[in-house]
């Protein structure tokens, strides 16, 4: 899984015509979300192959920032803290999160500045 951090106008329509360049190449959204910040528009969402989405994105003038891949974690969502039990070990670790959001399948998605690092930490925490 890869994560694809797009450029969108801040206008009506630009999301649509996102989606739309995605539906004519048959590339679907596993999890993600957009956010206008300071006026830009900018979204980050999730591709099991975030190449053919960067490709078919481009190719209808949608501007790709990058593809990163990610790390996928599940929460024990009955035990209350988790998110901030697992970002402190992140951070303890030295990554720093950039973008956190879940999927379809209520997984947490973690674009990092370490990735090999946030693996580790995750496989540590997968194995409690």
């Known amino acids: 899984m890869q994560d694809v951090a797009i450029f969108l106008e801040n206008r ?3 999301l649509a015509e996102m ?3 995605l539906g004519r190449r048959g590339i679907s959204i596993e ?3 957009a956010w206008v910040v300071d006026g830009r528009g900018v979204a980050h969402f999730l591709f099991e192959d975030g190449n053919a989405a960067k490709e078919a994105l481009e190719t209808a003038g949608i501007k790709v920032l990058e593809v990163r891949e ?3 974690l599940r929460l024990k969502q009955a035990v209350h803290g988790q998110l901030g039990q697992l970002t402190r070990r992140m951070a303890e670790a030295g990554v ?3 973008v956190l959001y879940s999927d379809h399948d209520h997984q947490l998605i ?3 500045d370490n990735y090999e690092k946030a693996k580790e930490v ?3 925490w997968s194995n409690e």
Request: proline share 5%.
């Open 70 to 72: 990610v790390v996928v």
């Open 12 to 14: 009506p329509g630009s």
């Open 96 to 98: 720093n999160i950039e």
């Open 110 to 112: 973690l674009v990092v």
């Open 19 to 21: 989606g739309e360049a």
């Open 31 to 33: 999890g993600g979300g």
């Open 122 to 124: 995750s496989a540590s």
